[in-house]
């Protein structure tokens, strides 16, 4: 009779493509369904991925951008179209993290500020923060101009934007016990600083070194800025914060980007 072995193991290939869906199925409406196993399991296990995902919303708003060009319309309203279609691609979960984040500035106290973040109306501070995201993204792309350089541009701001985001989790506490935030879970030290590295190779061979190298600098000054403005404002993260900080990191890639092809 022959013994029943143990069961195949599977390969490292399957595992990381389970979580690259994972990741995706989490901040994109990508049809991408992660295997059960990665399903179920925390959304920090899958983080290392982040910059990936970010490198397909670019890569394909970058398209989106090209073609808008090649159809002859103004660079400000090709650049509206790209950015229109990362919305579509992610369901505006980050500028809703935006908007509600900066509508918390003016709530006083900690609680009311958490209070104010999870209701789903917007005040005139989330208004104005996504009129200057959206803005100063859009101007920053029709000023690089060339569709090479916008492709690029986005592709490195997509993954810089998300790879920061899990040294963030992995630094701060979630501010409270509920939501998407605490939910995530606590990526370890090498998934976490995996994210972190890949944005930052995504960037140097986008941009190029100098050019990426720069954007890199200043945009994880700009993240930390911010996680630091949520420690001491709320006692760590939510999910909102984190929409946030990926907003402040993808607008300062795009204006470093913007500069450098000026």
């Known amino acids: ?10 390969s490292d290939a399957a595992r990381w493509w389970g979580e690259f869906c994972r990741a995706a199925a989490f901040l994109t409406r990508l049809p991408l369904t992660p295997p059960a196993q990665q ?27 090209a073609l808008a060009a090649r159809l002859h319309l103004p660079p400000l309203a090709a650049a509206l179209i790209a950015l229109g279609l990362g919305v579509g691609l992610t369901g505006g979960l980050h500028e809703d993290g935006l908007a509600d984040t ?18 789903s109306r917007i ?8 009129i200057f ?19 690029a541009a986005l592709i490195a701001a997509h993954a810089v934007g998300r790879g920061f985001l899990p040294l963030m989790l992995r630094a701060l506490e979630p501010a409270r016990s509920d939501g998407l935030g ?28 100098l050019p990426g190298l720069s954007a890199l ?3 994880a000054a700009a993240m930390s800025a911010r996680a630091v403005l949520a420690q ?6 939510t999910g909102d914060v984190l929409g946030a900080v990926e907003q402040v990191g993808e607008t300062v890639v795009l204006l470093v980007a913007a500069a450098w092809a000026m």
Request: glycine share 16%; net charge positive.
């Open 123 to 130: 005040g005139s501070f989330g208004v104005l923060a996504l």
């Open 39 to 65: 399903a179920t399991a925390p959304l920090a296990e899958s983080s290392w991925a982040f910059p990936l995902v970010g490198l397909v919303i670019g890569l394909l708003s970058g398209f989106a951008y």
């Open 1 to 10: 009779m022959r013994m029943a072995g143990p069961p195949p193991h599977r």
């Open 182 to 209: 605490a939910e995530a879970g606590k990526p370890g030290r090498a998934v976490a600083w995996a994210a972190f590295g890949l944005a930052a190779l995504i960037a140097l061979f986008a941009l190029d070194f």
């Open 217 to 219: 600098i200043a945009a």
């Open 133 to 151: 995201s959206v803005g100063l993204r859009a101007a920053s792309l029709a000023g690089i101009g060339a569709a090479g350089g916008v492709i």
């Open 232 to 237: 001491r404002q709320l006692g760590g993260y």
């Open 102 to 119: 900066a509508d918390a500035i003016g709530g006083g106290e900690r609680e009311a500020r958490l209070a104010i973040m999870r209701d």
